[in-house]
C-alpha cells in the first residue's frame, strides 16, 4: 500500500484546512486508518483514527472537537478537516494504514504503512 497525504499549506489561525490520503496499490477497505502529526522538535503523536468502515472514530485531546475523520473507500481515501486551527497545530501530518487492528489504534506501532506528511502550518 502506497499512501500519499496532501492538503497541507499556510492558514491563519482559526481557519480550516482538510488533508487527505489516497492509497494505490491496494485498496484500503478493510484497513483501519490513523492520522499523525510530528512538530518540530518533537515526538510523533496520535490525531485521530477511524476504523475499515467508518463506523468507529477516534480522536486525540487535542484535536477532539476541532476534526473530524471520514473515509470513502469508493474513492480509497481517508480524510482529515481540521477547524479553528490553533499555532500548537503547526506540524507534519503522516496517514498511516492497519491491516490487523482494522477499528484503528492511536498507537504508531501498530500501523504497518506510512505515507509522506504535509505540513500544515498555522500563523497567529
Known amino acids: 500500500v502506497q499512501l500519499q497525504a496532501s492538503g497541507g499549506g499556510l492558514v491563519q489561525a482559526g481557519g480550516s484546512l482538510r488533508l487527505s490520503c489516497a492509497a494505490s496499490?491496494?485498496?484500503?477497505?478493510?484497513?483501519?486508518m490513523g492520522w499523525f502529526r510530528q512538530a518540530p522538535g518533537k515526538e510523533r503523536e496520535f490525531a485521530a483514527a477511524?476504523?475499515?468502515?467508518?463506523?468507529?472514530?477516534n480522536y486525540a485531546e487535542s484535536v477532539k472537537d476541532r476534526s473530524t475523520i471520514s473515509r470513502d473507500n469508493a474513492k480509497n481515501t481517508v480524510y482529515l478537516q481540521m477547524n479553528s486551527l490553533k499555532p500548537e497545530d503547526t506540524a507534519v501530518y503522516y496517514c498511516?494504514?492497519?491491516?490487523?487492528?482494522?477499528?484503528?489504534?492511536?498507537?504508531?506501532?501498530?500501523?504497518?504503512?506510512w505515507g509522506r506528511g504535509t505540513l500544515v502550518t498555522v500563523s497567529s
Open positions: 498511516a494504514a492497519s491491516p490487523r487492528y482494522v477499528l484503528g489504534s492511536p498507537w504508531a506501532h501498530d500501523y504497518n504503512y
Open positions: 477511524i476504523s475499515w468502515s467508518g463506523g468507529s472514530k
Open positions: 496499490g491496494r485498496t484500503l477497505r478493510s484497513y483501519g
